[in-house]
């Protein structure tokens, strides 16, 4: 039967009827959602006075309770218990000394050393978030012997979710043990698992530990992983420390080194100024027909850090490079980074070279701009 063989009143009932339904359902569906969230805030609160009466045993100098972490060990089994656990511990921090939250939590280490067995055998999702307290809690901080806890986390290194491997990540480098981060490269290395390298680099900086101690042995340790592993590592080191200056000129000048390494130290050398590359550094510009452009490009930039008038000689001669890039970056890099002037290039604009007067005015340009947003950005604070 055809809808138009209806009465339109019929149509119209059924429409009031759908929308009386959907009218009912979101009623019932927000009366069950506030009962849901008092119901885990009444958990949440159970928990705060229960971790509240250790800390202040702790706080009188007395032991805490151990049916305490019987108790814990037997409710944390619940994973809804776990986010009860982790908005308690945000409340009692606000109320508790750090140093009780921290002795506090060095005896939780026992209970989710046991909870490891049980959330072994649950789905990913569950595991996942059970590294992530083990990280956001510092479980285990300063642990320099691996345990079972460590041997579920290093598990979940070789899963194919790779929110429960990052989670898995972090719980490492919250711990701090140098020796077990090298055994998660080894593990990736060994599993080819190629982690986001952003997520890697930005993970080791997270270290709780001696990041200098780590440095050195992952650095060390370069020669047993894939240029993929290797990247993050000194991605790592230059963002913290200019201590491994030798070390990346000598990665600089073997010519059998990785492409990718090797720019990633001229990057080094950009953040971290070292006299004996400054020629290496000018050399791929000067010569960048006979090289990989990305190693002038990356070069001139880096050459911003390196004044002196054999560097401005160096950048001028770029700007005839072929390579628009290398003349950006040199361009650039004498205007942004050495300071020069319009009347210091006058050789520039009166020369013959069209193409270097262009990238020069296309920088000054865009420079200019800059300048005036960044006046109209001060003129309406």
């Not at 002795?103 to 046991?114: D, S, T, W």
Request: with cysteine.
């Amino acid at each position: 039967m055809h809808v138009l063989s209806f009465k339109p009143e019929v149509i119209l009932y059924i429409y009031m009827a759908s929308c009386i339904a959907v009218l009912i359902f979101n009623i019932l569906y927000i009366f069950a959602d506030k009962y849901s969230g008092k119901k885990r805030e009444r958990s949440s609160l159970s928990f705060v006075g229960k971790i509240t009466e250790q800390t202040e045993l702790l706080r009188e100098g007395k032991e805490t309770d151990a049916a305490h972490f019987d108790e814990m060990f037997r409710g944390l089994k619940k994973a809804e218990n776990l986010a009860a656990f982790e908005d308690s511990m945000l409340e009692v921090r606000k109320r508790e000394p750090e140093e009780f939250i921290d002795e506090y939590l060095k005896r939780m280490r026992g209970v989710f050393l046991r909870l490891t067995e049980v959330y072994r055998k649950r789905d990913m999702i569950e595991q996942a978030y059970f590294a992530y307290l083990v990280a956001d809690l510092g479980i285990d901080r300063g642990r320099e012997t691996f345990d079972g806890l460590m041997d579920f986390l290093m598990d979940m290194i070789t899963v194919r979710d790779v929110n429960a491997r990052e989670n898995a990540l972090r719980a490492f480098y919250s711990i701090g043990n140098k020796d077990a981060v090298l055994a998660v490269w080894r593990k990736l290395e060994d599993n080819e698992i190629y982690h986001s390298r952003k997520l890697l680099a930005d993970g080791l900086l997270s270290f709780s530990g001696d990041r200098r101690e780590l440095a050195e042995l992952l650095f060390g340790h370069r020669t047993e992983f894939v240029t993929e592993l290797v990247l993050p590592i000194l991605q790592f080191i230059r963002f913290f420390s200019g201590d491994f200056r030798e070390e990346f000129a000598a990665l600089l000048s073997d010519p059998n080194e990785d492409k990718e390494i090797q720019l990633e130290a001229i990057r080094y050398f950009r953040k971290y100024p070292y006299e004996p590359v400054r020629e290496i550094l000018q050399n791929y510009v000067r010569y960048q027909e006979y090289v990989d452009w990305e190693f002038a490009a990356m070069a001139a930039s880096a050459l911003s850090s390196y004044p002196g008038e054999d560097t401005v000689l160096c950048l001028k001669e770029g700007l005839r490079a072929s390579g628009w890039h290398v003349r950006l970056n040199c361009a650039e890099a004498l205007i942004y980074g050495l300071g020069l002037s319009k009347t210091l290039l006058f050789d520039i604009y009166n020369g013959r070279d069209r193409y270097a007067r262009e990238i020069l005015n296309y920088v000054l340009e865009k420079e200019e701009i800059r300048r005036k947003d960044r006046e109209e950005g001060q003129w309406h604070v």
